[in-house]
C-alpha cells in the first residue's frame, strides 16, 4: 500500500500553494482543515509544525513544512509529473524557488508592515531593496515561458502563487510582465481544481457565514 499523502491547511492561507502542487501530481491526498487559532495550536498538529502554522504534508511518516519546501519534495516524490527539471538542469528552478520563498517574501512583507529599512542597515537585509526584487522578479518571468525553462514546474506554482497574491493585494506591483506570467498559468487545469477545492472550503467555515 502506498504511504498516505496528508495535507493540512486552511483555505484562506498559503496552503493554496500546495493545493495546487499537490493537484498538479495527480497524487490521492486526504485534507485536513485547520483554524488559525484553534486546532493549528493544539498538541496534535504541533507535533507536526511546532510553530503552528499551515501549510504542512504528512507523506508516511515523513513531514515537512513550509510551502517551498512542500512542493520541492512533492515534485521529487511523484516524478511521473514531470515538475522539476532533471537534476543537472535545476539551477534556475532551485534559483526561482528559493528567491520567492526568501529575497520576494520578505520585500513584500517589509512593505506590507511599512518597514522602513535604514540605509546604513540595508546591506544586512538579505533580500535587498524592493526595487531590485521586483527587478528580479521580473527577469524570472520573462526570460523564458517558465521560470525554469521552456516547461513548467513546481517552482512555477511557487512563484505565480506569490504574483498572484501581491498583485491582488499590492504588495507586488501589476507589471506587464507580472501579469503575462499569470495568464500563461491560469488555464491549468490542476490551478482551476485547487482554486474551486480552495474556495470550497472556505465557503464551509463557520466565519465564512
Known amino acids: 500500500m502506498a504511504d498516505e499523502l496528508v495535507f493540512y491547511t486552511h483555505p484562506m492561507s498559503r496552503g493554496r500553494i500546495v493545493r495546487w502542487m499537490l493537484e498538479e501530481t ?25 510553530l503552528g502554522k ?5 507523506h508516511g511518516e515523513t513531514v515537512v513544512t513550509e510551502a517551498a519546501a512542500v512542493c520541492a519534495y512533492l515534485a521529487d516524490a511523484f ?40 540605509d546604513d542597515r540595508r546591506r544586512a537585509i538579505g533580500c535587498g531593496d524592493y526595487p531590485a526584487v521586483m527587478d528580479s ?10 521560470v525554469a525553462g521552456d516547461r513548467f514546474t513546481a517552482a512555477d506554482v511557487y512563484v505565480a502563487s506569490h504574483i498572484a497574491w501581491g498583485t491582488h493585494f499590492g504588495g507586488i506591483e ?19 481544481r485547487a482554486a474551486a477545492l480552495d474556495d470550497a472550503e472556505a465557503a464551509r467555515l463557520p466565519e465564512a457565514g
Open 137 to 146: 522578479l521580473a527577469l524570472a518571468v520573462s526570460r523564458h515561458p517558465y
Open 54 to 58: 499551515v501549510p504542512a504534508i504528512r
Open 26 to 50: 495527480g497524487a490521492r491526498y486526504r485534507t485536513e482543515i485547520l483554524t488559525f487559532d484553534g486546532s493549528m495550536k493544539e498538541a496534535g498538529y504541533l507535533a507536526v509544525n511546532p
Open 174 to 192: 501589476s507589471r506587464p510582465a507580472f501579469l503575462a506570467y499569470l495568464e500563461r498559468l491560469a488555464t491549468r487545469p490542476a490551478a482551476i
Open 79 to 118: 516524478p511521473a509529473a514531470g515538475l522539476a527539471p532533471p537534476p543537472a538542469e535545476r539551477g534556475d528552478y532551485y534559483r526561482w524557488l528559493f528567491f520567492a520563498a526568501g529575497p520576494l517574501e520578505m520585500t513584500v512583507a517589509l512593505k506590507w508592515l511599512d518597514v522602513k529599512v535604514p
